[in-house]
Nanobody
Framework: QVQLVESGGGLVQPGGSLRLSCAAS????????MDWYRQAPGKEREKVAT???????DYADSVKARFTITRDNAKSTVYLQMNSLEPEDTAIYYC???????????????WGQGIQVTVSS
């Protein structure tokens, strides 16, 4: 079973930037879509960004023009560049992959462990 591992989180001041990475443990699976979700204390989990296997991207209104999702197929890694961060962006960020195992013609939904992003002065 493939695993997704997030990195790059931490503490940043308002207006600052962070770049999250999500690395897959296996290159056997092919990407259908990969997403970034976040969940703040007391709030529902929300999807903030998505990228398809073909490179099409979409964003939640709350992060448009501030966040950018990209993918490096050679490294089996998806990134979330976060600029102009605000305190309301504070949350645990989760990587999610809708992956296809071509060996067995199977689809897999895989979640990362989550990584903390804190925006505070």
């Amino acid at each position: 079973q493939v695993q997704l591992v997030e990195s790059g989180g931490g503490l940043v001041q308002p207006g600052g930037s962070l770049r999250l990475s999500c690395a897959a443990s296996s290159t056997i699976f092919r990407v259908v879509t990969m997403d970034w979700y976040r969940q703040a204390p007391g709030k529902e989990r929300e999807k903030v960004a998505t990228i398809s296997g073909g490179g099409t991207t979409d964003y939640a209104d709350s992060v448009k023009a501030r966040f950018t999702i990209t993918r490096d197929n050679a490294k089996s890694t998806v990134y979330l560049q976060m600029n102009s961060l605000e305190p309301e962006d504070t949350a645990i960020y989760y990587c999610y992959g809708d992956l296809y195992d071509y060996r067995y013609d199977q689809r897999h939904s895989v979640w990362g462990q989550g990584i903390q992003v804190t925006v505070s002065s």
